[in-house]
């Protein structure tokens, strides 16, 4: 697998994570983030920052694909 197919499964799969976790706290208040990694805060802030991150990296391939 070349680099750039790891990084674009990687930002997939957090894209997945991200959309479940927002879907949750949606739904019923419950940040699976947070109850994982709540103990330490750099963390929680280090994976939302990752799933922007990835969701800029899936915008910005949707866009130059037209």
Known sequence: MET???VDL???IL????GL???LVGL???NVVELLLGAVPLLVTLVYV???????M???A???KK
Do not use: D, R, T
Request: proline share 0%.
């Open 62 to 64: 949707l866009v130059k």
């Open 4 to 6: 750039k197919e790891v």
């Open 15 to 18: 894209l997945v994570v991200g």
């Open 21 to 23: 976790n927002w879907g």
């Open 28 to 30: 019923f208040g419950l």
């Open 50 to 56: 990752l799933v922007g991150i990835a969701a800029l």
């Open 58 to 60: 899936e915008a910005y």
């Open 10 to 12: 990687v930002a997939k």
